[in-house]
């Protein structure tokens, strides 16, 4: 695979390979990555490093490979946040209480969210991916941070401009503060969609200009980095503080799961941010 660069910076430990944002870091002690799929102990179509108890995957292994990501990564286990993302546009503010939620089972994460904001040290927000767009955010201001799933339906309904709002409204964050980073997803070149999703944009966004480009055939692809950075831009956070990885997913099936590429038996990468205690 050609080498991830721009807003990503490719790092190892222990055989597990891992991304961060080196623009959001630098600002401040936080920790903004995104999981690779390898260095866990998942086999098949899971290999190896499946972050996610919803697949259909060995709990045991699951368990262990987000064991060794915490580990490898450097943030606690017992500060994981977890939400069960439903495709959504909620964001949720959680603290200490929250702490451990979803981690060991699924069954205990915050329940329909897809977006989680936090601004306590110790907590490590944490989604699932498999082709949708991670979206992380980062006040060093005010020390506030935010996550958000952003699959074509979240986009819709805008998930990064309530992510946004949220730390604002909630947090007290000042939006032309916010670093944003956009993590690896499907892109463009891959990203193929019918004619219910292009008629959904069309009937709820006043401008979809750019955002479909012709494909092979007939396919229009759409443009979902595109379209969350109008969300973010849109929601007042300075263009130039909206960091894109520009990495597709299914273009880069043997480094990332995607759940297009896999025919929908993929695992999950996680993206994580956070802000260690003692900081």
């Not at 309904?157 to 964050?173: F, M, P």
């Not at 980073?181 to 219910?196: E, F, R």
């Not at 959904?200 to 479909?212: C, K, N, P, S, Y």
Request: net charge neutral.
């Amino acid at each position: 695979m050609e080498a991830l660069a721009g807003a990503l910076r490719r790092r190892e430990r222990n055989g597990v390979v891992w991304y961060d944002f080196p623009a959001l870091t630098a600002a401040g002690a936080v920790i903004a990555s995104v999981a690779s799929r390898h260095g866990g102990v998942s086999e098949g179509s899971f290999a190896s490093l499946n972050l996610s108890y919803a697949v259909g995957d060995e709990a045991g292994r699951v368990r262990e490979n987000r064991h060794r990501l915490a580990e490898a990564v450097g943030f606690a286990e017992d500060g994981i946040v977890c939400a069960a993302q439903v495709h959504g546009h909620r964001v949720v503010y959680v603290d200490r209480q929250s702490a451990g939620a979803g981690y060991v089972g699924h069954e205990t994460a915050i329940r329909d969210a897809d977006g989680l904001i936090t601004d306590q040290p110790g907590l490590t927000l944490w989604l699932g991916f498999a082709d949708c767009v991670p979206v992380l955010a980062y006040d060093p201001r005010r020390r506030a941070v935010g996550i958000a799933h952003a699959g074509w339906r979240g986009t819709l309904a805008g998930i990064a401009r309530e992510l946004v709002v949220s730390l604002q409204t909630r947090l007290g964050c000042r939006v032309a503060d916010l670093l944003v980073g956009v993590g690896p997803s499907i892109g463009p070149c891959c990203y193929a969609v019918g004619p219910d999703v292009i008629g959904a944009f069309q009937a709820t966004w006043r401008d979809v200009d750019g955002l479909f480009a012709p494909g092979p055939g007939d396919t229009l692809h759409l443009d979902l980095w595109e379209a969350n950075r109008r969300l973010l831009i849109g929601a007042g956070v300075p263009a130039e503080n909206v960091l894109i990885a520009r990495q597709c997913t299914a273009c880069h099936v043997n480094e990332f799961f995607s759940h297009r590429a896999q025919h929908g038996r993929a695992g999950r990468i996680a993206a994580v941010i956070g802000m260690p205690e003692g900081g």
